[in-house]
């Protein structure tokens, strides 16, 4: 079974950055495509990025492309999520989520399935971001 650490949220304000970190405890990271969700008050858990470890490709929500970005260190078992010019829209908890690659060979494939959520069986505990206007 694969533990997910999510740390790094807070408060900011509009335009301001933040960066989320997600630590794995697995000794086969490489296998694992990881990915961001976030869901904020009344609305559904959506994905937001979505990283595949092993070959460091990605994929973004549109609403958060050219703002954010995903990255992964396999020496520290961790994946990053850089979010630079905030919007007050992107306050929700942010929650990592991980399975095996096998499961999703593609992370533009989270993107085109109805619930993002399935595939994944192993979750962070969540992490709140707030964007002040």
């Known amino acids: 079974e694969v533990q997910l650490q999510a740390s790094g949220g807070g408060l900011v304000q509009t335009g301001g950055t933040l960066r989320l970190s997600c630590a794995a405890s697995?000794?086969?990271?490489?296998?694992?495509?990881i990915a961001w969700f976030r869901q904020a008050p009344g609305k559904e858990r959506e994905g937001v990025a979505c990283i595949r470890c092993g070959d460091h490709s990605t994929y973004y929500a549109d609403s958060v492309k050219g703002r954010f970005a995903m990255s992964s260190d396999s020496a520290k078992a961790t994946v990053y999520l850089q979010m630079n010019s905030l919007k007050p829209e992107d306050t929700a908890v942010y929650y990592c989520?991980?399975?095996?690659?096998?499961?999703?060979?593609?992370?533009?494939?989270?993107?085109?399935?109805?619930?993002?959520?399935?595939?994944?069986?192993?979750w962070g505990q969540g992490t709140l971001v707030t964007v002040s206007s």
């Open positions: 989520a991980a399975t095996e690659s096998i499961s999703l060979p593609t992370p533009r494939l989270l993107f085109k399935i109805p619930t993002m959520t399935r595939p994944f069986p192993y």
């Open positions: 697995t000794f086969t990271f490489d296998d694992y495509t």
